[in-house]
């Protein structure tokens, strides 16, 4: 058997250094004596997981229209920055979830969106690296430029596929379309999560084979 995880998500929780960068930004774009209406950070990721636009978090924030697209601007620019990283927390239950599928004996691959130089400090920091061998680490070169996430996961996918022997039972893992997408165009069983940045009815939408909550559940599924 072969598990395929997405690395944010499932493993890691993005939502305190996502809600830190909102604070920051908005902090930096606003005027002096410029009263802010700043979300509550369980608001705030909600309004993540269902893709509500950058400029209208903004505009609701308290923002003029006009500065909610430098908001949206520093955000896209600080969201990723490697200074922020550290803001990421490991999803509670996923290291045990790991830690299940090294003993069941299967295969185990990373497959991120991340790029090398964003990964190797979430190993590092949370000894994740014991988890995924080196040749079962498929994330971004550090020059990537991204463009759509479905089409560089798929791409990811290729080329996993094209290095691997064949495995009929093979399952993916993620908290996005793009972890769907890319499983679905090779015919590979794909469980949606909800500990990661969709909700519900965003992964529901793409029609993943399961839907839990946490990547501890989708083991579980899976090894029954």
């Known amino acids: 058997m072969r598990i395929i995880t997405d690395f ?52 609701e924030s308290g923002l003029t229209v006009e500065q909610a697209e430098v908001f949206k601007q520093l955000r ?16 509670p239950g996923s290291i045990a979830a790991l830690e299940k599928i090294q003993s069941s004996g299967s295969e185990l691959l990373v497959m991120t969106l991340r790029r090398t130089c964003e990964l190797e400090p979430a190993f590092k920091q949370y000894d994740l690296a014991r988890f995924f061998l080196p040749h079962y680490r498929y ?14 996961k798929t791409q990811l996918m290729v080329k996993a596929l094209s290095e691997l022997k064949p495995d009929p039972n093979t399952w993916m893992i993620g908290d996005t379309e793009a972890d769907i997408i890319a499983a679905k165009t090779h015919h590979i069983k794909v469980i949606g999560v909800l500990s990661g940045i969709r909700d519900r009815d965003r992964i529901e939408h793409y029609q993943p084979d399961k839907i839990v909550s946490n990547l501890a559940e989708a083991v579980e599924f899976i090894l029954e």
Do not use: T
Request: negative net charge; charged residues 25%; proline residues 7%.
């Open 76 to 91: 896209d620019r600080h969201a990723h920055q490697i200074q922020y990283l550290p803001f990421d927390l490991v999803v």
């Open 139 to 152: 994330c971004l070169p550090n020059d990537y430029i991204k463009h759509d996430d479905a089409q560089a």
């Open 8 to 59: 944010d998500g499932p493993i890691m929780d993005l939502s305190d250094r996502y809600y830190h960068v909102y604070q920051l930004c908005l902090e930096k774009v606003k005027l002096p004596n410029q009263i802010l209406n700043i979300f509550p950070k369980a608001k705030f990721w909600a309004y993540k997981q269902a893709l509500i636009p950058e400029r209208q978090l903004g505009i």
